[in-house]
C-alpha cells in the first residue's frame, strides 16, 4: 500500500467501548421496559461507541455521491449506456434524482463527486476530483493502476473531511456509475474466494458458482444477459487473479473509481469517530474494501437496507452486518441509507431526550 493511505489507516482510532456500556446503562434508567425499544436501543449503543457520547447526536448528516465510469460497460453488462453516468450527475446539480429528495427530507448537505466520469464535467455545484475518464475495461486490462486506486481513495478521504469539518455529524456514501455492478460483484468474489481465486491453475466449478452467485441484474437484465455478465466476470478474475487479502489489487485489477472513493470516505468518517450509514450493493462492497484497508472501520458502519441485487446479502453477511430495511430498492445513490436515516436519528433522540424513571417519578420494575 502506498505509504501516504497506510499511515492515515494506522491513525484510525478504536471506538469507545466504554461509552457503549454507559450508554447501555443509561438506557435502562430510561422510562420503559428494559430492551422495549428493541433494535432501536442497540444502535443508540453502537452510536455511543463511535461518538464517545453516551447522548449521541446524528444531524445534520452528510451525504457524498461518488461518480465514475466503466470501461466494462462496453461488454453489454447493463441494461443502460454508459452516458446515463454523466445524464444522473446533471440530474443531481438540479435536484431532481431520488436522493435530492431524501436529502431535502433529512436536512442533510449533499456533495456530487466526479471521479472518474467518462467525459468532461464542468456544472455549477459539481465537485471534480476525475481520476481518469472512466476505467478501462477490464475483461482485457486491469482497470486502473495502484496509484489511481490509492488517488480516488484519497479523493474520498479529503471530500468527506471537507463535510466534517463544516460539521456533518453522520455520513451517508453514494454512488452512479452505469456498470458498477459488475465491478463490485468482481470485487465481492475476489474477497470471498481469497486464495481459490488467486491460486489455483484454473477456476474449478465450485469457484465458479460462487462467482456467478454475487452476480445479478443490477439496472435490470434479463435473464440471459445476467448470465453474460457473469462470463465476463468469471473471465477477468480468470484473467486477472486479484489477491482477495490485498484491497488495492483487488481495487485496481477490477474495482471502480467511485467504489475507491466511497472507501476513502468511510476511512475519513472512522478516523473522525463519525457514524456511517451504509447504503446498497456497491456502497456495501466499498465498505468490504475499506474494512480490508482498515479493520477498525467496521466499527463505525451501520447498514442502512438490504438492496435486491443479490450479492448484497452476502456482502452484508462477510461484514456481519443486519440492515435496518428491507425495502425491494437497488437505486444507489444512497437512497437506502437516506431513508433509513430517520430510524437511526430516532435511536439518537431517544436516549438524548427521553425522562429517566427518577426525573419523571415512575416507579421502576424489577432488578432496577
Ligand atoms: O445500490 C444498489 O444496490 C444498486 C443495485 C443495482 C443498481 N444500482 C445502480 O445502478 C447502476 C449500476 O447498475 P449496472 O446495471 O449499470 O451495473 C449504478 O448507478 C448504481 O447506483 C444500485
Ligand atoms: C436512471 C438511473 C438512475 C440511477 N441512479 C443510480 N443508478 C442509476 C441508474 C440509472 C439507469
Redesign the pocket.
Known sequence: MQASLNHYCLSIPPVDRQAGQEAARYLDTLTKPKGSLGRLEAIAVQLATITGQVKPRVSPPGIIVFAADHGVAEEGVSA?PQE?TAQ?VRNFLQGGAAINVFARQIGALLEVVDVGVAQPLEASGLVSRKVRYGTANFLKEPAMSQEEAVAAVEAGIERAEALIKRGIKSLIVGE?GIGNTTASSAMLAAFLCGEKIRGSAELDTEVIGQIQGVVGPG?GLEQERVNHKRSVIVRALALHRPDGNKPLDVLSKVGGLEIAGMAGAMLAAAKHRIPVIVDGFICTVAALLAVKLCPRVSDVLLAGHRSQEPGHQVALSLLDKEPLLDLGMR???GSGAAVAFPLVEAACRMIGEMATFQSAGVTDGEGA
Open positions: 443502460y446515463v444522473m452512479m439496472t437505486l444507489g445513490e
